[in-house]
């Protein structure tokens, strides 16, 4: 496939800086938007967790096991407020114990023992750490919160749980318009969304997000692992086993972290190579904050790029 973007150094300059517009004026349309709407979802979360526990006053280790959601507003219920790390240091316990608790989307489907003596060394940490300046009838008061006490301290608390996964929120909406656009792009091509399983399972004219793809580990190795890729499409010109063209979306709101994911493209696109040959097709679909020393690094790997603010040069991978 012919290069699209990254052999136009020419241009990067021009690009650059439309891109860092295009990310600009969507966050100050959408951004706050996202955030209120997380910040809503915020507070049920926290008063969730306000009845869970009687207001912090009830707090016990079985409760951050039967309800491992509750233990991200708990963290933020303490002065100051405690990062994942911070938190299992003080408790003593591994942080990947910390986030198992956190990731869990259900209570365990057998009582986990282990589990529960890790908790019981958290709760303590937690109570100990209450900020009693927010909710004081956490410090040794047997009265409960008035309603506009428990209201304040609810509304402080689910901001600073928004703070805290204010990056996420953001990427994750990003993400999604960045898939939408993609969407509208194919769609209008007669390209139809499908959910297969593999590669393999692509017909011409089929595209697919968040789809793993199994690669070699190593050259002479016969190692394979799953890599996740964001798009597969497979062309409508594509014959039966042709492997599909791969798109990371990827967005940025800094040119100051950029740089640290640029090693895991580079290492994506080798296995890919090799894997199913050196015609294959792996590129970049960026909006944001990239600077010429990423596109440098980039064009070096051999990976090429379409600018979301310029989506028409998807034409250009042959769709």
Same mark, same amino acid.
């Given at each position: 496939?012919?290069?699209?973007?990254?052999?136009?150094?020419?241009?990067?300059?021009?690009?650059?800086?439309?891109?860092?517009?295009?990310?600009?004026?969507?966050?100050?349309?959408?951004?706050?938007?996202?955030?209120?709407?997380?910040?809503?979802?915020?507070?049920?979360?926290?008063?969730?967790?306000?009845?869970?526990?009687?207001?912090?006053?009830?707090?016990?280790?079985?409760? !951050?096991?039967? $309800?491992?959601?509750?233990? &991200? =507003? @708990?963290?933020? /219920?303490?002065?100051?407020? %405690?990062?994942?790390?911070?938190?299992?240091?003080?408790?003593?316990?591994?942080?990947?114990?910390?986030?198992?608790?956190?990731?869990?989307?259900?209570?365990?489907?057998?009582?986990?023992?282990?589990? !529960?003596?890790? $908790?019981?060394?958290?709760? &303590? =940490? @937690?109570?100990? /750490?209450?900020?009693?300046? %927010?909710?004081?009838?956490?410090?040794?008061?047997?009265?409960?919160?008035?309603?506009?006490?428990?209201?304040?301290?609810?509304?402080?608390?689910?901001?600073?749980?928004?703070?805290?996964?204010?990056?996420?929120?953001?990427?994750?909406?990003?993400?999604?318009?960045?898939?939408?656009?993609?969407?509208?792009? %194919?769609?209008?091509?007669?390209?139809?969304?499908?959910?297969?399983?593999?590669?393999?399972?692509?017909?011409?004219?089929?595209?697919?997000?968040?789809?793993?793809?199994?690669?070699?580990?190593?050259?002479?190795?016969?190692?394979?692992?799953?890599?996740?890729?964001?798009?597969?499409?497979?062309?409508?010109?594509?014959?039966?086993?042709?492997?599909?063209?791969?798109?990371?979306?990827?967005?940025?709101?800094?040119?100051?972290?950029?740089?640290?994911?640029?090693?895991?493209?580079?290492?994506?696109?080798?296995?890919?190579?090799?894997?199913?040959?050196?015609?294959?097709?792996?590129?970049?679909?960026?909006?944001?904050?990239?600077?010429?020393?990423?596109?440098?690094?980039?064009?070096?790997?051999?990976?090429?790029?379409?600018?979301?603010?310029?989506?028409?040069?998807?034409?250009?991978?042959?769709?």
């Amino acid at each position: 496939m012919k290069a699209i973007n990254r052999d136009k150094v020419d241009a990067w300059k021009r690009d650059i800086e439309k891109s860092v517009d295009f990310y600009n004026e969507w966050f100050l349309a959408f951004a706050p938007t996202t955030f209120r709407e997380a910040r809503l979802s915020a507070r049920e979360q926290v008063e969730e967790v306000f009845e869970a526990t009687n207001c912090g006053k009830d707090l016990a280790a079985a409760t !951050l096991v039967l $309800a491992p959601q509750t233990l &991200p =507003v @708990l963290r933020q /219920m303490t002065c100051p407020p %405690l990062a994942r790390d911070r938190l299992a240091g003080l408790s003593g316990i591994s942080p990947s114990v910390v986030k198992r608790l956190e990731s869990l989307d259900r209570p365990p489907s057998r009582s986990s023992g282990k589990l !529960l003596a890790n $908790a019981e060394k958290i709760v &303590p =940490v @937690l109570k100990g /750490m209450f900020d009693v300046d %927010l909710m004081p009838w956490l410090n040794g008061a047997r009265s409960l919160p008035t309603s506009v006490q428990r209201s304040r301290a609810a509304l402080v608390v689910a901001d600073r749980l928004c703070g805290s996964l204010s990056d996420p929120i953001i990427r994750n909406a990003q993400e999604k318009r960045q898939l939408k656009a993609i969407t509208a792009w %194919l769609a209008a091509k007669g390209y139809v969304k499908t959910s297969p399983s593999n590669i393999s399972q692509m017909k011409p004219g089929d595209f697919a997000f968040h789809l793993n793809v199994n690669v070699k580990v190593a050259t002479g190795s016969d190692s394979r692992v799953n890599i996740p890729v964001d798009v597969a499409i497979q062309p409508l010109s594509a014959a039966q086993g042709d492997v599909p063209i791969f798109l990371e979306a990827k967005s940025a709101g800094d040119f100051a972290n950029v740089n640290k994911r640029r090693k895991e493209e580079a290492q994506k696109i080798s296995q890919l190579k090799l894997t199913y040959g050196n015609d294959v097709r792996f590129l970049l679909f960026l909006c944001g904050y990239f600077d010429s020393g990423y596109l440098g690094y980039e064009a070096a790997e051999g990976i090429d790029w379409i600018w979301e603010h310029r989506i028409s040069d998807m034409e250009h991978m042959g769709l």
